[in-house]
């Protein structure tokens, strides 16, 4: 049991006690800010994996951008005093067994196997500078692929929204 | 991996540039002309015919490009270049330039003409996702490229914002898709936790080695392909296939039943030959690796889909949505040609993707037309329309005859050729069931046909004045489905001289 | 208390994976199930990251998760802006409202 | 007179009808004097048939011509070989005097129609008609192989239907013409079944190659029965077309036609041909098909006499006369008198024209009235008509000096000798009674007619002796019908050259054990060989009749003749008494005899019998069937139809579902599992994810890979 | 000549017709009507050369070497498959003297029927466009000798067919239509079981020395063509070609139509148009039994002597069952249909009898059946023309008001009851002769020959009550012929008479190559059962 565990089982009950809320939480902004937490949490095992520039990024665009537009989305679709704020849940039943069921296939899944486990070193500084080179020689094809797939995400996102001025 | 090399890689990968190239001209040529929209269309189509001709040269090309430097010497790279996808490529060039032109008489679209310029822009998004996907053999890749294609097509099938159905397909196909993509990347994940690579060439010989653990393996093989299964929306990853294309603009909904189904099924072929077979015996056939009963898994998915498909589809009373049960069918027949796991079942799917492609655009764009002029796709409205409107007819009804696989129609050929090569593999009973499917979709079929002639006009007579743009387009898409129907040996040697995929 | 090691991950990212389907199965409010796609999308995310790191994979791992992170990005914009479209055109959010299209 | 000159001129006599047919069929009305044409025509074939006749009689009279060409060849059959269909004709004695006899009344009446059908519409049309009768019966006449003898056995049979449906606008008419073709019909299918018979073993129509093979000694499936069998149903044919009991009942009814019509078709000719066509195949006849046929005649002589007796309108009175007369050449076939029938059919064919063309000229002088109680005393207005129709009375009585008493005389001589031989006395009886009956009603129906008081005054005023066309042909006729035509002897007729020259009795082929023994051939001893009977043997060399046939004709020849004389005598006695004199009140008898009498009035009721069972059990057996057909063969056969329309109604979407039902009761079942189905299509996308979720685990499970 | 493909020229000339018509605007309907007539007739010529130069000789039926105008090429080929070999279909033409009639028929009724439909006015462009396209179905289907072609022609006429009923036929034409669809599917489908199992039973010898399984209905006429396994092999001990044999029977019979498959015949022909009805008794009916004649026959010779007796039979029901119907009908055309069926029922039964005069005469039934019946048809259509109704009771003495037209309905009635020196009666005494002649069947035969008296009794009964007795002032307007209607009825009266009286003109044709097929149905049992197994 050492520092290291400690931590580990921390940021696990952060994401998972916090996921859970983002899942049942009857009023939308809990539930919204609690996945603030779920998202920390992960940025936290990142880090614990060795992974701190992926950790970083994980804060500055979930929490950053995803979280901030989640949280747009949730006034410019309810107004906060309405009581449209707490929203129902439906299904529960399959969705228990559903997720169960998952839940339990793949836990057996995972612990069943025997992964090929050499642990790796942690890095001696960032992993920056190598993810950087990485991106821009092996994967530069799907760097710039992602950023057209932005663009695309930018236009798109803009014709949805734009407001439908009737010309035509 | 040096510069020069990437360099020497980019090569390779001309129709893509080039269709990233015209998307980015769509973009300014869209913020430069502002209100003048005319040329965006034709921009685009000139794209794809450049991308067409590159991916002529690439006809004999071989060879895969952006391998990992980390990686295995078996890596060959993340992108395939051969023959079998430059076919799709095609296919879907072919698809979208006639989408295009489906676009110029579509009054949904025509309804949003400030937004044009996005409309060029996503569907060359799209081609540019379908390029990857056809050709891609790293799982990484073939995510995002994947979900390249998704978003844009999200957009799309929302694209006409005034119908709320519009609205509704888009919610739908996009929580259904990224919840699909999600599965498909959480296989992806365990893949890679099992092989440490998401090169597909590098996974094949990985799982050569005997210490493969299966368990996981078999879980993340069923995850992926149900990210796969969605986009060629076979049962039971089909379900957002009704509502979408009922809810999407009709332009939209051609080309994903087409254009991502093709795109999807190169993917799958692909994923499943590149890494599950060990190698192809002389007489054609894969030797599947002893991981994973993928036989077993297509043909009952396929059979499962065709039948679902068709049944539902003979309680339609929308064309639009019978038409996307038909297609859930086709899916189904086509699931069976890879199901023979031979490159006789490969043949036999080229030659059926050619031809389904031609009959659904077309049944599509009539349908298309005659939605503009009376403004509804029920089969209800349909009645009397064969004089009406004999032209659109009698088109209609070869494209649905043919839709049927009824001699002399080019389905036929496409049905003839699955039929040989599912009897060839001893799926006799598989091909039983397949051929009673067949009967039954008859019934849904005829029924449109019924209704448009064998009907009293329940209103006024409309009559229809036919562009001479679509008027010449579905003579376009007709001429192969009669001319294939009795002569079909191009198409078939074509197909056959497009069946090397990369590997072994 | 066992050594953490890589099954532990596993294990969280799989709660989080199924507790993502069950977000967005019984929400109903869209933006709601949204929030259960990026679980989903996260759950990857750590397995990649975890198998890279345990079975010393190299980097490609946390590549994969930066990609994964941007188009995580990518998909909530367009996401929001189609349940947007939606709130404009049905003034309700709620997904099991919009059942125009079936069967 | 070369042979070849003979068969070519028979052939032109065949076809000069056809000619005119052909000619007024198509331009009739734009030739104005059509009739003219037709009635030229028939006069040169009759020109052309006396020359032929006396070429052949006088020349080749024991030879038989005949000129052949293949029709329909079959070359190398499979293990038949080649099979060929011939056409062609045979010009035999009986031929040479039947084309007479056909030409002759054919011409005359021709002649007479000139005036009767004067002003009648399709005055040409009628013409037409005659002619492609004529052509027909010549046929009938001429050829020599079966297949042909029944085509124009088929077309006699149309021409006939066309002329009694002539006036068509009459339901009668056109009721009675039918039934003349349909009872045909079946004579005619029967005679078929016997073609067939025949064709199935020899594998050809013609008549002498049959026989020969027959005399070869190989019957048909070689079994005597089935030889028996095709002479019987052969004979069908000649039921049919002779009017014979069952199938008569057409004859009384084809009255409808014109007179004219009648005299040629129904009473000379047409008719006629029955007996022809028995003679065509009385070689082949076995003992039991004689009897057969024989007792056939003798019924209907019988049954056609009885109701004759009651008739009041005259044709009918003729007809049924023709009927019985018909009974009587028919039943003396039979009894292998051969010679005689024949000789009846030819005297028969001249005075019962005379008869009817007489009928003719006093219907047209009455203005087409035709109830014999509407008439009397036209003594004095027709005398011509009812000179001659008197003497044709007499020879039909068989009074002797008229032709009428030699054949008939002979034929009951016939069928005594048969009494003689076989014991079957009953034949004999009812011919003699017969003859009696005959030569009452006939005497009735000329004492009505002609002497006593006109009954009805206004149209006697009206009535006037017919022109010169008209009594022409009756004059002819009736001189016919005396005996010096036939032979010197009038009271012997086979001395006469007709009998001893020109008919003589063919040899027949039937096996030894199938004839009756009379016509057994035996090995004559020297002895008892008489001269008269070898000079025939001589000149034919066949012998048919054996020695004591012969003995029995002579022995029979007078008590016979005595008999019918004093019959005959009887008869017209009774007549006078009853209708001349009123020594006997004709009403009182009728109304003493009551049912006897309405039994014979109503022609034994026979038609309402067959209209109760035949053509009623036929049409509502056919009604039946049809809704059968449409209710139930249907309904099984796509049942799955209304299986549908029970199924789908629900909603009433019959229509709509008819196509996916319809095929087969699967598409309900493909219906339901397609509701099956739907119902996952919920349209909740959260449901959707539900089951990708469970589809995956379920997958899984089944796909497990292998070591799970 | 041998070298101009006569008969794919004669076969897809009318689709050639039909694409110009496509081409032409529908409101050019003088134009369309005259081209089709063009092409129909072009069409007759070409059936004229073809038996100008047709070798009367040579017999057909199972040695290709002795079929004429033959055109053959690989038209599918798929090789490199693993136990399949190589899988093939030929472009397969030929004719012999069983197809020839049936060639001439196809012609001259299209072109008949052409004429008959001049007065058709609702989009006459579809109309005729389909009428070209039927037309090439019917006459594929019977210049076709490979198994696989034969199908797909006989398929092509299926839907143009559902459509002329459908579309230009009478009030309750959906129903008829899709009756007709229907049954005719069910049909096919049998019949395409039946040819794959018949492909993959038989395999042929490729000129590369491979043996390749084959749809050559000639190589499957050969009993050495079969493999030792194959499920419809002779060779094989549990082989299905018993079952096999029924199934495609059926197949046939439905289009004869056989009792008790008739049923959609009276619907499909009072509903559809005149020229529809023409077509349809005229040539679809033979297909039926041309089929049988063709592929039953020589393909399953043991089978079918086996069953000959039943055929017989069913043709025997057929003659009388469709004579006792037409006698009750009410319906003028129905009445007609209903004969159609009795009159089927004589090629049944001249087939069944398995000689050559029987055969003979079953094909040329055939084809006097296709002119009389047409005969018939169109003069129902001349009525039903002027008046609109149909019921045999609602005419009467016609004959004063059209002499002209009595004429030929008379030429045409007592032809159908098969009078002397009309074409009917020599094919039906041959017939009779024929099946006669067959033991076995010969008291079916003579039960069979009561149709020839049901048969004079229903037409007569029919031409009394509509053109004799009292004229039904109700039609004063009517008017006799017109020229076109003389073009119709002419051209049939002189064929029924000629071949009347001139039989050998027909027979000739055909008495080689029947002779052959007798021969063969004689011979070849013995080799197709050697294993004494059906």
């Not at chain 4, 020109?502 to 027949?508: G, Y």
């Not at chain 5, 797909?152 to 009030?171: A, D, K, Q, T």
Request: charged share 10%; aromatic share 14%.
């Amino acid at each position: 049991m050492n520092i290291y565990d400690i931590v580990f089982y921390l940021f696990a009950a952060i994401t998972l006690v916090s996921a859970f809320v983002v899942v049942t939480a009857r009023n939308i902004v809990y539930s919204a800010f609690s996945l603030l937490f779920t998202f920390f949490g992960v940025a936290g095992l990142y880090v614990l994996l060795g992974a701190d520039f992926i950790a970083v990024v994980q804060l500055m665009v979930y929490v950053g951008g995803i979280l901030v537009l989640i949280l747009f989305g949730v006034m410019l679709t309810n107004k906060i005093t309405s009581i449209q704020i707490k929203t129902g849940t439906l299904q529960i039943v399959p969705a228990i067994l559903g997720a169960a069921l998952m839940a339990g296939v793949l836990i057996k899944i995972f612990a069943g196997t025997n992964w090929k486990s050499q642990l790796a070193q942690y890095p001696a500084q960032t992993t920056a500078y190598a993810l950087g080179r990485v991106l821009l020689t092996d994967y530069v094809l799907i760097f710039e692929l992602l950023g057209i797939l932005l663009l695309i995400a930018l236009i798109g996102a803009a014709t949805i929204a734009r407001k439908e001025e009737k010309a035509g | 991996m040096e510069f020069n090399t990437i360099y020497n890689n980019l090569f390779y990968l001309v129709p893509e540039i080039a269709v990233s190239a015209f998307l980015l001209l769509v973009v300014l040529a869209d913020l430069i002309l502002g209100n003048n929209k005319k040329l965006l269309p034709y921009l685009s189509i000139a794209g794809m015919i450049v991308a067409g001709f590159c991916v002529m040269n690439q006809m004999t090309f071989s060879g895969a490009v952006f391998s990992l430097s980390g990686g295995q010497a078996k890596s060959f790279g993340m992108v395939t270049v051969d023959s079998f996808g430059a076919f799709f490529k095609l296919l879907v060039i072919v698809s979208t330039v006639l989408v295009i032109l489906f676009s110029f008489d579509s009054e949904e679209i025509k309804k949003s003409t400030s937004r044009q310029g996005e409309y060029y822009t996503l569907i060359l998004g799209m081609v540019l996702g379908m390029f990857l996907m056809i050709s891609a053999t790293d799982l990484i890749l073939i995510y995002l490229s994947l979900e390249l294609m998704s978003l844009s097509s999200y957009v799309l099938a929302g694209f006409t914002k005034l119908r709320d159905r519009n609205s509704e397909a888009a919610l739908k196909y996009l929580i259904y898709g990224a919840v699909s993509s999600g599965l498909m990347l959480f296989g992806i994940s365990i893949v890679y936790g099992m092989t440490g690579s998401t090169n597909l060439y590098e996974i094949n010989a990985l799982l050569k080695s005997p210490e493969t653990n299966l368990l996981p393996l078999g879980f993340a093989g069923i995850l992926i392909f149900a990210g796969i299964g969605y986009k060629i929306s076979t049962a039971p990853f089909h379900f957002w296939t009704p509502d979408v294309y009922e809810g999407a603009p009709i332009t939209v909904t051609a080309f994903l039943s087409v254009a991502s189904k093709a795109a999807g099924f190169a993917l799958l072929v692909r994923f499943i030959k590149v890494t599950f077979v060990s190698s192809v015996a002389p007489s054609g056939h894969w030797m599947l690796l002893p991981v994973f009963p993928w036989k077993e898994l297509l043909i009952v998915i396929s059979i499962l889909t065709m039948t679902l498909g068709n049944f539902t589809a003979l309680w339609q009373n929308n064309l639009k949505r019978m038409l996307a049960y038909s297609s859930i069918a086709h899916a189904g027949y086509l699931l069976l040609t890879i199901a023979v796991l031979s490159n006789q079942g490969l043949i036999a799917m080229l030659v059926y993707f050619g031809i389904y492609a031609f009959m659904n655009l077309g049944a599509f764009f009539i349908v298309m037309i005659i939605a503009n002029k009376i403004g509804s796709e029920n089969l209800e409205d349909y009645k009397g329309l064969g004089y009406s409107m004999p032209f659109l007819g009698v088109t209609f009804g070869m494209f649905l005859v043919s839709l049927i696989g009824l001699p002399p129609s080019a389905g036929f050929i496409g049905k003839l050729y699955l039929f040989i090569a599912l009897v060839d593999a001893n799926m006799i009973a598989v091909a039983v069931i397949a051929l009673l499917n067949t009967v039954v979709s008859l019934y849904y079929y005829i029924r449109v046909l019924k209704e448009m002639f064998l009907s009293k006009p329940t209103g006024e007579p409309v009559s229809l004045k036919l562009s001479p743009l679509s008027f010449v387009m579905i003579l376009v898409m007709l001429a192969p489905i009669v001319i294939f129907g009795v002569y079909f040996t191009p198409i078939v040697d074509f197909a056959k001289s497009c069946v090397t995929i990369l590997g072994m | 208390m066992v050594q953490v090691g890589l099954t532990h991950f596993l294990v969280i990212s799989a709660i989080l994976f199924s507790l993502g389907i069950f977000g967005i199965v019984t929400r109903k409010n869209a933006v709601m199930v949204l929030m259960g796609l990026e679980l989903i999308l996260n759950s990857a995310n750590i397995n990649f990251v975890a198998f890279s790191r345990y079975g010393n994979f190299g980097l490609n791992g946390q590549v994969v998760a930066l990609f994964v992170i941007v188009l995580a990005a990518a998909e909530a914009a367009i996401a929001l802006a189609i349940v947007l479209n939606i709130y404009k055109t049905f003034t309700t959010v709620n997904v099991d409202e919009i059942d125009k299209l079936k069967e | 007179m070369t042979e070849a000159s003979l068969l070519n001129i028979s052939l032109v006599i065949l076809f000069l009808p056809l000619l005119g047919f052909a000619a007024l069929i198509f331009l009739g009305k734009k030739i104005p004097g059509s009739h003219w044409l037709e009635t030229f025509i028939m006069f040169s074939a009759l020109c052309l048939s006396i020359y032929v006749g006396f070429g052949k009689l006088s020349y080749y009279v024991g030879k038989d011509l005949i000129s052949q060409l293949t029709w329909i060849s079959l070359p190398n059959v499979p293990l038949l070989g080649n099979i060929n269909m011939d056409l062609g004709i045979k010009i035999d004695n009986l031929t040479a005097i039947m084309l007479f006899v056909v030409t002759l009344i054919s011409f005359l009446v021709h002649l007479f129609s000139i005036e009767y059908m004067k002003g009648d519409s399709r005055y040409s049309r009628y013409y037409a008609y005659l002619g492609i009768f004529t052509f027909s019966m010549l046929g009938i006449v001429l050829t020599h192989n079966i297949l042909m003898m029944y085509i124009f056995w088929e077309l006699v049979g149309l021409s006939s239907y066309l002329l009694i449906g002539f006036w068509f606008e009459k339901k009668s008419a056109s009721d009675a013409s039918k039934k003349a073709f349909l009872v045909n019909r079946v004579g005619d299918t029967g005679m078929f079944i016997g073609i067939m018979i025949l064709f199935t073993n020899y594998h050809t129509f013609t008549f002498d190659t049959i026989y020969a093979q027959i005399a070869a000694g190989h019957l048909p499936f070689n079994s005597p029965a089935w030889l028996t069998a095709a002479g019987i149903l052969i004979f069908m044919g000649a039921v049919g077309k002779s009017a014979q009991f069952p199938l008569h009942v057409w004859l009384p009814d084809a009255m409808e036609g014109p007179t004219p019509v009648s005299a040629l078709i129904h009473a000379a000719t047409m008719v006629a041909a029955g007996v022809y066509l028995v003679a065509r195949i009385f070689v082949m006849l076995t003992a039991d098909a004689m009897l057969t046929i024989a007792i056939i005649g003798m019924v209907t002589s019988f049954i056609a006499a009885t109701i004759a007796l009651t008739q009041n309108d005259i044709k009918k009175v003729l007809a049924y006369s023709t009927v019985s007369q018909l009974g009587y050449m028919i039943m003396a076939m039979g009894v292998g008198a051969y010679q005689y029938a024949f000789f009846h059919l030819v005297t028969h064919a001249f005075f019962k024209a005379c008869l009817f063309l007489g009928s003719g000229s006093v219907i047209h002088a009455m203005h087409h009235e035709q109830d014999i109680r509407k008439m009397g005393g036209l003594r004095k207005k027709l005398p011509i008509t009812y000179a001659t129709f008197l003497t044709a009375t007499l020879a039909i009585s068989g009074v002797p000096f008229t032709s009428g008493f030699l054949s008939k005389d002979g034929l009951l001589a016939g069928t005594y000798a048969f009494g003689l031989l076989t014991g079957h006395w009953i034949i004999p009886a009812v011919a003699f009674l017969v003859a009696l009956m005959t030569a009452f009603y006939m005497f009735r129906l000329v004492i009505i007619t002609f002497h006593g008081t006109p009954r009805d005054e206004h149209k006697y005023d009206h009535a006037h002796e017919s022109p010169f066309v008209m009594a022409l042909p009756l004059v002819v006729l009736a001189t016919l019908s005396v005996f010096f035509w036939y032979g010197t002897n009038p009271m012997n007729p086979s001395s006469g050259w007709f009998l001893s020259k020109w008919v003589k009795t063919p040899a027949t082929v039937v096996p030894q054990q199938q004839r009756f023994d009379f016509m057994k051939t035996e090995v004559k001893e020297a002895g008892a060989v008489e001269e008269t009977k070898t000079a025939e043997a001589a000149e034919t060399e066949t012998v048919t009749h054996s020695e004591h046939y012969m003995h029995a004709m002579h022995q029979a020849h007078y008590p016979a003749m005595g008999l019918s004389i004093i019959l005959g005598g009887l008869g017209i006695l009774l007549a006078f008494a009853m209708y001349q004199w009123k020594k006997i009140d004709a009403d009182k008898l009728a109304e003493k005899l009551g049912p006897l009498y309405r039994f014979s009035l109503n022609k034994w009721y026979i038609d309402e019998l067959y209209g109760a069972t035949f053509i009623g059990g036929t049409l509502a057996l056919s009604r039946a069937l049809a809704w059968f057909d449409s209710k139930v063969v249907d309904g099984i056969v796509n049942g799955t139809a209304t299986l549908t329309r029970g199924l789908s109604n629900i909603g009433g979407l019959f229509d709509k579902y008819i196509v996916d039902g319809m095929v087969n009761g699967a598409a309900y079942l493909s219906g339901f599992i397609g509701l099956f189905f739907r119902r996952f299509q919920t349209g909740k996308v959260q449901t959707y994810v539900v089951f990708v979720v469970f589809s995956v685990i379920i997958l899984l499970f089944i796909f497990r890979p292998f070591g799970f | 000549m041998a070298y101009f493909p006569i008969l794919s020229f004669i076969t897809f000339l009318p689709v050639l017709g039909m694409l110009i018509i496509l081409m032409l605007p529908g409101k050019q309907e003088k134009l369309i009507k005259v081209l089709t007539a063009v092409i129909t007739g072009l069409q007759v010529v070409l059936a004229g050369i073809i038996l100008h130069s047709y070798n009367y000789s040579l017999a057909g039926v199972f040695q290709q070497n002795s079929f004429q105008f033959i055109e053959k090429f690989r038209w599918i080929e798929i090789s490199g498959l693993s136990w399949l070999g190589t899988v093939k279909v030929d472009y397969f033409l030929g004719i012999d003297g069983i197809s020839a009639p049936m060639v001439l028929l196809t012609a001259l009724i299209s072109f008949i029927a052409t004429l008959s439909s001049w007065n058709i006015s609702k989009s006459v462009k579809g109309f005729f466009a389909l009428f070209l396209l039927l037309d090439t179905g019917m006459m594929g289907v019977f210049v076709s000798l490979d198994f696989f072609l034969f199908y797909v022609f006989w398929e092509l006429m299926l839907l143009p067919m559902y459509f002329l009923i459908g579309i230009w036929g009478g009030p309750r034409k959906e129903y008829a239509a899709i009756k007709f669809f229907i049954y005719t599917l069910v049909g096919s489908v049998f019949m395409l079981l039946v040819m794959i199992g018949l492909y993959f039973s038989a395999k042929e010898m490729l000129p590369n020395g491979t043996s390749a399984f084959t749809f050559n209905l000639l190589s499957l006429m050969d009993p050495k063509n079969y493999t030792a396994t194959g499920i419809l092999s002779p060779f094989n001990p549990h082989n299905l070609r018993f079952v096999a044999y029924i199934a495609l029977f059926v197949g046939f019979a439905i289009k004869i139509p056989m009792f008790p498959f008739h049923t959609w015949l009276p619907d499909a022909h009072v509903e559809a148009p005149t020229p529809i009805s023409v077509i349809l008794a005229g040539v679809l009916l033979k297909m039926g039994t041309y089929g049988i004649i063709r592929i039953s026959y020589p393909i399953f010779p043991e089978i079918t002597r086996q069953l000959a007796w039943f055929i017989a039979l069913f043709g025997m029901i057929n003659i009388i069952y469709g004579a006792l119907c037409a006698l009750a009908q009410k319906d003028f055309k129905k009445m007609i249909a209903y004969s159609s069926v009795s009159h089927m029922g004589y090629v049944l039964l001249g087939m069944a009898s398995l000689t050559t005069v029987g055969l003979n005469g079953a094909i040329f039934q055939m084809f006097n059946h296709g002119t009389i019946t047409a005969m018939l048809f169109l003069i129902v259509g001349v009525v039903y023309d002027r008046t609109h109704t149909r019921g045999l009771d609602d005419f009467g003495g016609l004959a004063l008001k059209m002499p002209v037209y009595t004429f030929f309905v008379t030429i045409a009635f007592f032809a159908a009851i098969g009078l002397p020196s009309m074409s009917g009666f020599i094919s039906e005494s041959f017939v009779f002769l024929g099946s006669f002649s067959q033991d076995s069947i010969r008291t079916i035969t003579m039960f069979s020959t009561l149709g020839i008296l049901l048969g004079a009794g229903y037409m007569l009964w029919a031409l009394q009550r509509v053109f004799l007795g009292k004229f039904n002032e109700k039609w004063n307007m009517l008017t006799d012929l017109t020229v076109r209607e003389y073009l119709m009825f002419i051209p049939l009266t002189i064929v029924i008479f000629l071949l009347g009286i001139y039989p050998s003109g027909m027979i000739n044709i055909m008495n080689t190559s029947v002779n052959s097929l007798v021969d063969f149905m004689n011979k070849m049992p013995a080799q197709f059962s050697m294993l004494g197994k059906f």
